[in-house]
Antibody
Framework: DVHLEESGGTSKQPGGSLRLSCEASGFTFSSFSMNWVRQAPGKGLEWVAYINKNGETTYYADSLEGRFIISRDNAKNSLYLQINRLRANDTAVYYC??????????????WGQGTLVTVSS | QSVLIQPPSASGTPGQKVTISCSGSGSNVGKNPVTWYQQHPGAAPRPLIFNFNQRPSGVPERFSGSKSDTSASLAISDLQSEDGAHYFCAAWDDRLSGYVFGGGTQVTVL
């Protein structure tokens, strides 16, 4: 079974930095692109970033203003998200998702349970 | 403001049919398959419908999807108490090079 487990969520002050991790198992990690998706408390889902199979291509949501960096280590079956210059509105549950590519399109087909990031002074 | 537009709420009694809409544009729903997700409180979203109208294993046939131009719909037939949850639509957006989501629809089983 596909399993994604996020970690690294914690409480931080505005302006700080944080690195989230996602450990994957149950599938060949290096064969799939991956995403981070976040959900602020009581709000909807917001896509954050995408990284392709070998890590050479990345895409980010425009709203992030260059503060986020997605990366991966295929040897460790792990996905990462570095968040710099934290803001209060970065407070959210961050989900790691597997990207499934079909002939007709793509979707986030598997999700971890999420890790909570709280930004507050 | 979410890129894909959904009604904030929908409701029905057990056994009824509920339909949720998702309105997008030519760069997302008009061009790429829509995925529908179900999310119960405190849980991660799980895909219900993908690739226009396919269901992952374990998803009841009561859930079905459709699409017309830049709009998509999720139908829940024979509504059950366990269907009370939030439902989100999503699609890849070719112009933004990323996924866009709807704001979510809270389905209440009366």
């Amino acid at each position: 079974d596909v399993h994604l487990e996020e970690s690294g969520g914690t409480s931080k002050q505005p302006g700080g930095s944080l690195r989230l991790s996602c450990e994957a198992s149950g599938f060949t990690f290096s064969s799939f692109s991956m995403n981070w998706v976040r959900q602020a408390p009581g709000k909807g889902l917001e896509w954050v970033a995408y990284i392709n199979k070998n890590g050479e291509t990345t895409y980010y949501a425009d709203s992030l203003e260059g503060r986020f960096i997605i990366s991966r280590d295929n040897a460790k079956n792990s996905l990462y998200l570095q968040i710099n210059r934290l803001r209060a509105n970065d407070t959210a549950v961050y989900y790691c998702t597997r990207d499934l590519l079909l002939p007709t399109g793509r979707l986030c087909d598997s999700w971890g349970q999420g890790t909570l990031v709280t930004v507050s002074s | 403001q979410s890129v894909l537009i959904q009604p904030p709420s929908a409701s029905g009694t057990p056994g009824q049919k509920v339909t949720i809409s998702c309105s997008g544009s030519g760069s997302n729903v008009g061009k790429n398959p829509v995925t529908w997700y179900q999310q119960h409180p405190g849980a991660a979203p799980r895909p219900l419908i993908f690739n226009f109208n396919q269901r992952p294993s374990g998803v009841p046939e009561r859930f079905s999807g459709s699409k017309s131009d830049t709009s998509a719909s999720l139908a829940i037939s024979d509504l059950q108490s366990e269907d009370g949850a939030h439902y989100f639509c999503a699609a890849w957006d070719d112009r933004l090079s990323g996924y866009v989501f709807g704001g979510g629809t809270q389905v209440t089983v009366l």
